[in-house]
């Protein structure tokens, strides 16, 4: 109603950080929550100073800001035109999702996400109704007793509704539209997909661009680490990290990305330019899909050695005990860095250290094989329903101390 770009954040962010948020992103009023020192909007949006003639916008205003996840560091604050937002609405109906009228869709994203803005204006588009909701670990009960026939769902959410219902029954009997993306899908997962709802969306982007690329389930059960195939109007490069040195066609590369949805810039720093560098490297092999074989911040010098931790997490994933793991890199004197991991057990087995430490050592090169080895009940996720590794990092620095 104030025809003002609006950022969102967690309800959740302590007062503090909310204070900082405010200053850094150069906020002029507090809707919905009263923080000590700040203007507060309280009541009717058409308070003084606040509401007034809707100002004249172009596709080059700004239309929405969000928090990056800051799973792996400090936030910043994404800014996103008009016409970048109105351009997301029409990505759904251009994919051919099946939702239409009559349709019920369940939206348990949080508000403050990129996720939430895109779909709930690509669900509307389509003249279904939007259901808002949390997430339950009785997710499959949930969608029965709403008539739900599409969802979107991040990996965490089906793991958890896979242990207590198998992704079976009368609710997930009634998915037309199943929805997975925000972060990556491990092996089982993507087979269990694959098998129940070959046809679920699998959508790879992010707050500077939503939707980069594609595919359904069935088409990325044999290819590990690939999202799918770039979406029209899209485009990719790769380069050598932190560079703009183009590497060999099939090469692995920082991937630098465009298209219609990407991001105006980050607040404070200069316009994003022609292209974006994702913190992501990959590839794209001769079908045309994308591949996601780790982060820029993923490779850790370990005794001179050039480490990914995506790749040791991928390679211990592969053990036959084990359900999910992480790894995370920390400071050591003698090897400059070394890799601590952390790992979930499949249900009723008791594998130990030494006993995944020896069967690793079978794989790979000693020093890619971490040198601490935690279990643990689940791994730690963030808000947006990502794996927290800040948190991780944490835990492994308090475990040496």
């Known amino acids: 109603m104030a025809g003002r770009p609006a950022l969102m954040v967690d309800s959740r962010v302590p007062d503090e950080l909310l204070v900082k948020i405010y200053e850094q992103s150069g906020a002029t009023v507090m809707v919905g929550r009263a923080v000590e020192g700040l203007p507060t909007l309280s009541g009717d949006m058409s308070d003084e100073g606040v509401a007034g003639p809707l100002p004249a916008q172009s596709p080059d205003d700004i239309n929405t800001m969000l928090l990056t996840s800051g799973s792996t560091g400090v936030p910043k604050i994404v800014q996103r035109s008009v016409g970048a937002d109105i351009i997301a609405t029409h990505n759904l109906k251009l994919l051919g999702y099946p939702l239409d009228l009559g349709d019920r869709y369940l939206l348990m994203v949080p508000y403050a996400s990129v996720a939430f803005v895109t779909l709930v204006m690509g669900i509307i588009a389509l003249r279904a109704t939007v259901v808002v909701g949390s997430f339950s670990e009785e997710l499959g009960q ?49 087979q269990r997909l694959a098998r129940h709802f070959p046809n679920a969306f699998m959508l790879y982007g992010m707050s500077e661009h ?38 060999a066609s099939g090469e692995e590369g920082q991937i630098l990305m465009r298209g219609p949805e990407m991001f105006t810039g980050y607040v404070g720093d200069n316009p994003v330019g022609d292209w974006f560098a994702a913190g992501d490297v990959g590839r794209l092999d001769e079908e045309g899909f994308l591949y996601i074989t780790g982060r820029v911040n993923d490779q850790v010098n370990v005794g001179g050695n050039r480490v990914s931790t995506v790749e040791v997490t991928a390679l211990i994933d592969r053990h036959p005990d084990v359900l999910r793991s ?14 601590v991991a952390f790992v979930v057990r499949r249900p009723d087995t008791t594998l130990e250290t030494e006993s995944l430490l020896a069967w690793l050592r079978t794989q790979t090169t000693a020093y890619r094989v971490p040198r601490k080895v935690h279990f643990l009940d689940s791994l730690p996720m963030d808000s947006s329903g990502k794996l927290s590794r800040q948190t991780l990092l944490r835990w492994a620095t308090e475990a040496e101390e």
Request: glycine share 10%; aromatic share 4%; proline share 7%.
């Open 326 to 339: 992480a790894v995370v890199p920390i400071d050591d004197p003698m090897w400059t860095t070394k890799l």
């Open 210 to 247: 939503p939707n980069m690329a594609f595919a359904r389930a069935a088409e990325l059960e044999h290819r590990p680490s690939s999202v799918g195939r770039l979406m029209p109007g899209r485009e990719v490069r790769f380069v050598e990290p932190g560079t703009s040195n183009e590497v």
């Open 142 to 190: 949930r969608l029965a007793d709403l008539r739900i026939s599409g969802a979107y769902c991040v990996p965490t959410m089906l793991r958890l509704a896979q242990s207590r219902d198998g992704l079976e029954g009368a609710g997930w009997a009634g998915m037309k539209g199943l929805m997975v993306g925000g972060e990556h899908l491990d092996l089982d997962s993507r």
